[in-house]
């Protein structure tokens, strides 16, 4: 089970991660994973919505 962070993840101190572009599908299929709230420790109701928005935001910086 995983903790929920204080802050969503558009908000508060943000980190810049690179990783050989092959690794993102897997990173990404990960990340979808974790959109059910049964993976989370006592869960808010908008825990899809704030990874959903995690994706969003790596894929703001995917080259078109």
Sequence with gaps: MLDVPEN??????????GFNPEWLPIVLYALQQVRNPVYWNDPPDD?????DELIYLIGLDLDP
């Design 47 to 51: 825990i899809t919505g704030q990874v």
């Design 8 to 17: 969503p993840p558009n908000e508060g101190d943000f980190l810049i991660v």
